[in-house]
């Protein structure tokens, strides 16, 4: 049974930066692709990034384009969210969620009902 383990939220002044990890244990992940998402209070959880598990395909939501970049180390069993120039709005706990591919693949989604595997989410506060 795959798990997910989020690390690296925190608390950080906006403009600043933060990066995010999503740890998998009990299954090799380079046959998943791997979501991003996050959930502010009383707001649904919302795509932010994701990854195919070839790491060749990356798709973001506009909200976070040019500021976020999602990437992945297969030989690491990790996934990481590089977060920039953060803003008060990115305020959320962030997950990262899993779905089986093909190894290899260049398929991955910002559909949050796709995934099957989810992390129990990290909490990344931007304030002054």
């Known amino acids: 049974q795959l798990q997910l383990v989020e690390s690296g939220g925190g608390l950080v002044q906006p403009g600043g930066s933060l990066r995010l990890s999503c740890l998998a244990s009990g299954s090799s992940l380079d046959s998943y692709a791997i979501g991003w998402f996050r959930q502010a209070p009383e707001k649904e959880r919302e795509a932010v990034s994701c990854?195919?598990?070839?790491?060749?395909?990356?798709n973001y939501v506009d909200s976070v384009k040019g500021r976020f970049t999602v990437s992945r180390d297969n030989t690491k069993n990790t996934v990481y969210l590089q977060m920039n120039s953060l803003r008060p709005e990115d305020t959320a706990v962030y997950y990262c969620?899993?779905?089986?591919?093909?190894?290899?693949?260049?398929?991955?989604?910002?559909?949050?009902?796709?995934?099957?595997?989810w992390g129990q989410g990290t909490q990344v506060t931007v304030s002054s």
């Open positions: 969620a899993a779905v089986p591919t093909r190894a290899d693949s260049n398929w991955a989604t910002l559909l949050r009902q796709t995934y099957d595997y």
């Open positions: 990854i195919s598990s070839s790491g060749g395909f990356t």
